[in-house]
């Protein structure tokens, strides 16, 4: 398309911020340090993990009038459109509070048990952010399918998307995935073409100018870099939908794996980790803060994070941090559903031992208390009890 061109070498890639914890350089895949997903309820974009499979697209300058940048829509629609950004800004703004979470948050931890396929992670690969843009919704209804449709008058069941860059699963080609249409229309589902994050103009790492934001739905689906849009019969059957971000047991592995036996992951499970400890601490006798992060997908909120400091024999409630998510109130609109929440702990550590985090859903979903009864050959989805090791420094007298 006019407007967007996808390099293919990593000649143009953005500035960073060099505190970020780079897992792979090319493709760009950063994560921030534990301790600076506790700092704020809302991840500042610098420090906000960076998930890339190919160069950054170098875009147009959207503000400029001779941009050529536009989404296409076409497919099974009656009239297939060209989209300029001035159409999206036309439409009503609105923002929604989402945590964003790749499928393989913790690939790292899930490695350790059996060797997995894939980028590793430590507890980074998500973030909250303030998402601006106009609702898919709306953006639907504009070119004539109706909020609510769960099948479009020529047939389309599933919104695809599709980027600009060039990824190597995809042979050069664009990144792409989709969501079903009932979902697409629905404006509870709050899926969003964004334009701004955290109240700043997206930046190119996150997908300038336009991406689609799916919450409680794994970030494979968060479209960047949008170039058009297609309305589908069937589910996307790029790599990224099809022979990827797919849960299998750990029965299968790399030689009788059957990519067609599988849905597409869409919703993550509940998810907590610890962010105010590393893996391994040396501290003095005395009190510990613990601080982390809750979140589950699908819109079903964190009911309450337990914390123990012996590995697990017992627990304590921890408390979600003031100004950092909503407490529970009965019918409260403002309660950021798709958003995570921060919790807090204080703990006395009298001797060495194992600090755990495991949070519960709204529906009563625990996360897995081991790795192992969750390894899956693509290690995605490592939402087992967050664990940390304390060693205390007895000083000398
Ligand atoms: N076009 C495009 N969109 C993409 C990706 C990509 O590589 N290209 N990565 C996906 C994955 S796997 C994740 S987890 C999120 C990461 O979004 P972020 O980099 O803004 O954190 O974007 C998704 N959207
Ligand atoms: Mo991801």
């Known amino acids: 398309m006019p407007g967007l061109t996808a390099p293919s070498d990593y000649a143009r890639e953005p500035p960073r911020h060099p505190s970020l914890l780079v897992n792979s350089k090319e493709p760009f895949n950063a994560e921030p340090h534990r301790s600076a997903l506790v700092s704020s309820y809302v991840t500042p974009v610098e420090f906000f993990y960076k998930r890339n499979h190919g160069p950054v697209p170098i875009v147009d300058d959207i503000h400029k009038s001779d941009s050529r940048y536009s989404v ?8 297939a459109t060209e989209l300029y950004m001035k159409d999206i800004l036309e439409l009503p703004k609105y923002t929604v509070t989402a945590t964003l979470q790749c499928a393989g948050n913790r690939r790292t931890a899930m490695s350790k048990t059996r060797k997995v396929k894939g980028v590793g992670w430590d507890i980074g690969a998500i973030g909250n952010a303030v998402w601006g843009g106009a609702k898919l919704a709306d953006v639907l209804e504009l070119i004539g399918i109706p909020k609510f449709s769960r099948i479009s008058s020529l047939g ?19 990144y792409k995935a989709s ?7 629905n ?16 930046n190119r790492d996150h997908g300038y100018p336009l991406r689609v934001v799916v919450p409680g739905v794994i970030g494979a689906r968060s479209v960047k870099w949008l170039d058009s849009i297609n309305i589908l019969a069937e589910e996307c059957q790029g790599f990224f939908v099809q022979k990827d971000y797919k849960m299998f047991p750990p029965s299968v592995d790399w030689d009788n794996i059957d990519w067609s036996t599988r849905r597409p992951q869409m919703d993550f499970p509940v998810q907590s980790a610890i962010c105010s400890l590393e893996e391994v601490n040396c501290i003095k006798p005395g009190k ?4 982390g992060y809750a979140v589950s997908g699908g819109g079903r909120g964190i009911e309450r994070v ?11 409630e921890a408390s979600k941090s003031q100004k950092a998510g909503s407490p529970y109130v009965s019918d409260d609109e403002s309660c950021d559903k798709w958003a995570w929440i921060l919790f807090e702990a204080e703990a006395d550590i009298p001797e060495s031992s194992e600090i755990v985090a495991k949070a519960v859903d709204i529906t009563g979903n625990i996360q897995p208390e081991n790795v192992q009864v969750i390894w899956n050959l693509r290690g995605i989805l490592n939402t087992s ?13």
């Open 179 to 185: 969501i079903p249409l009932s979902q697409a229309t």
């Open 288 to 291: 510990v803060t613990v601080k």
């Open 385 to 397: 009890w967050h664990r940390v090791l304390v060693q205390i420094a007895h000083s000398n007298p």
């Open 156 to 174: 389309g069941k599933h919104v695809e998307f599709v980027s600009i860059d060039k990824c190597k699963e995809e042979n050069g080609g664009p």
């Open 72 to 79: 296409s829509i076409s497919g099974l629609v009656e009239n």
């Open 187 to 202: 404006p509870e589902a709050d899926v969003f073409l964004a334009y701004e994050m955290n109240g700043e103009t997206l």
């Open 306 to 316: 337990d914390v123990s400091t012996d590995g697990g024999q017992t627990w304590i």
